[in-house]
């Protein structure tokens, strides 16, 4: 919000800046014309007038400016009161916010002033986290303190802290969710000892943290895999794919936001040519296959509907177009083209994207071309029948899925 504010009184201070010499121009013109009956003091019209815009323009930059410094302030506060609350996570955000954004200037210095205050958060996380045993946020606090602070000290110490945990902890009993969405900063570090022995439990358990806590299917799929590429001849990318394969079967029995996105993703994969991009999509038995429209042309009956990605099967695919069947030239080099309006339709089978039915419908042809024109234009016929390409769909459908 804040970013766009800026951006936006930015571009209007730039705008009346360049504008100004032209709308001083501008108004002279209109008032030597008569067009505007002002009067100034003989000699100092144009000065004025220059000095008015002027003003105009610094006090536009002045409230931009003096809005910048406000938003900060409320902003740093949240940030204070937050991490003096013990909510370290949501002060981080808020400075981030500040350290971040977009600006015209700094006048109340808070970019260095969030900087060292995110440093400070950072150290009250990790030891309120360390006394509450809580090991999985003192990491993700470590972490960001090493991504955050520029003195050396409290990066190697971080970096100690981070080595004694894993050390004198059980690395899968270290996971939670905050760290599981920074832990590719452990993997490139070099703070975790033997990272090939610890750091593999963490990514597995990590998986399973994606979902109990969301029924993240698609991260903990994505970690499963990671196991598996990163960690090929460890123990853990044997359990890894046991776990990317059941985590795949139930993403592919899922009926609420994932697995609608997923269908809605894959069908718009497999009407431009691919395969479905989840191997989740299709996994029912092929005799009950059903189908999944992304559109609104057809209302398919709902037991033909994919009600999960495991369902989806079957993708019908439409396009629409206009086919020029002619163009008059007159004379001036105006012109009118005759146009004929196509509907396709396909049924595609998801998995390959491979087209089991196509039909092409065309609308009536254009009434032909008038002898004159004042001005060119475009002349087309009717659209094709919506139904007609509905019972055709309907009546291949029926062949394929039962």
């Given at each position: 919000?804040?970013?766009?504010?800026?951006?936006?009184?930015?571009?209007?201070?730039?705008?009346?800046?360049?504008?100004?010499?032209?709308?001083?121009?501008?108004?002279?013109?209109?008032?030597?014309?008569?067009?505007?009956?002002?009067?100034?003091?003989?000699?100092?019209?144009?000065?004025?007038?220059?000095?008015?815009?002027?003003?105009?323009?610094?006090?536009?930059?002045?409230?931009?400016?003096?809005?910048?410094?406000?938003?900060?302030?409320?902003?740093?506060?949240?940030?204070?009161?937050?991490?003096?609350?013990?909510?370290?996570?949501?002060?981080?955000?808020?400075?981030?916010?500040?350290?971040?954004?977009?600006?015209?200037?700094?006048?109340?210095?808070?970019?260095?002033?969030?900087?060292?205050?995110?440093?400070?958060?950072?150290?009250?996380?990790?030891?309120?986290?360390?006394?509450?045993?809580?090991?999985?946020?003192?990491?993700?606090?470590?972490?960001?303190?090493?991504?955050?602070?520029?003195?050396?000290?409290?990066?190697?110490?971080?970096?100690?802290?981070?080595?004694?945990?894993?050390?004198?902890?059980?690395?899968?009993?270290?996971?939670n969710l905050e760290l599981c969405d920074s832990i590719e900063l452990l993997s490139e570090g070099q703070w975790?000892?033997?990272?090939?022995?610890?750091?593999?439990?963490?990514?597995?358990?990590?998986?399973?943290?994606?979902?109990?806590?969301?029924?993240?299917?698609?991260?903990?799929?994505?970690?499963?895999?990671?196991?598996?590429?990163?960690?090929?001849?460890?123990?853990?990318?044997?359990?890894?794919?046991?776990?990317?394969?059941?985590?795949?079967?139930?993403?592919?029995?899922?009926?609420?936001?994932?697995?609608?996105?997923?269908?809605?993703?894959?069908?718009?994969?497999?009407?431009?040519?691919?395969?479905?991009?989840?191997?989740?999509?299709?996994?029912?038995?092929?005799?009950?296959?059903?189908?999944?429209?992304?559109?609104?042309?057809?209302?398919?009956?709902?037991?033909?509907?994919?009600?999960?990605?495991?369902?989806?099967?079957?993708?019908?695919?439409?396009e629409r177009g206009v086919e020029i069947i002619e163009t008059c030239i007159y004379a001036g080099g105006t012109?009118?083209?005759?146009?004929?309006?196509?509907?396709?339709?396909?049924?595609?089978?998801?998995?390959?994207?491979?087209?089991?039915?196509?039909?092409?419908?065309?609308?009536?042809?254009?009434?032909?071309?008038?002898?004159?024109?004042?001005?060119?234009?475009?002349?087309?016929?009717?659209?094709?029948?919506?139904?007609?390409?509905?019972?055709?769909?309907?009546?291949?459908?029926?062949?394929?899925?039962?």
């Open positions: 919000m804040k970013d766009t504010f800026v951006l936006s009184g930015l571009c209007i201070f730039i705008s009346l800046l360049m504008l100004s010499p032209l709308l001083v121009i501008g108004f002279l013109l209109l008032r030597k014309k008569g067009l505007i009956n002002v009067k100034f003091p003989r000699g100092g019209n144009l000065k004025r007038l220059f000095l008015i815009a002027g003003a105009i323009i610094l006090g536009i930059g002045v409230f931009a400016v003096a809005a910048e410094y406000l938003q900060d302030a409320s902003t740093f506060r949240k940030g204070l009161q937050a991490c003096q609350s013990g909510n370290f996570l949501t002060a981080v955000d808020d400075y981030d916010g500040i350290i971040y954004s977009s600006r015209f200037t700094d006048i109340g210095n808070f970019v260095s002033k969030a900087m060292e205050e995110k440093v400070s958060c950072f150290e009250q996380m990790a030891a309120s986290s360390k006394q509450d045993g809580d090991l999985g946020m003192a990491l993700v606090a470590y972490l960001g303190l090493i991504g955050t602070s520029d003195d050396k000290w409290i990066i190697e110490s971080s970096g100690s802290e981070i080595e004694t945990i894993f050390l004198e902890n059980d690395p899968a009993d270290l996971a975790v000892p033997q990272p090939a022995t610890r750091l593999p439990p963490v990514y597995l358990a990590c998986g399973q943290v994606y979902l109990q806590e969301g029924e993240d299917y698609q991260s903990a799929i994505e970690t499963y895999q990671f196991v598996m590429d990163r960690y090929p001849y460890s123990e853990e990318a044997s359990l890894a794919a046991d776990e990317l394969e059941s985590t795949i079967y139930a993403s592919s029995l899922d009926t609420g936001e994932y697995g609608k996105s997923l269908i809605r993703e894959s069908w718009e994969a497999v009407c431009n040519g691919k395969p479905a991009i989840s191997p989740a999509v299709g996994l029912a038995d092929r005799e009950f296959g059903k189908l999944w429209f992304g559109g609104s042309e057809f209302e398919l009956p709902s037991d033909m509907q994919a009600a999960s990605p495991g369902e989806f099967q079957y993708a019908i695919c439409v012109s009118v083209s005759r146009g004929r309006h196509w509907l396709k339709v396909s049924i595609r089978d998801v998995l390959t994207a491979e087209i089991i039915k196509t039909r092409l419908f065309s609308g009536s042809a254009p009434r032909g071309c008038p002898q004159s024109i004042s001005q060119g234009y475009n002349l087309n016929g009717s659209r094709p029948s919506d139904s007609l390409a509905f019972d055709w769909v309907m009546q291949n459908l029926r062949g394929i899925i039962r």
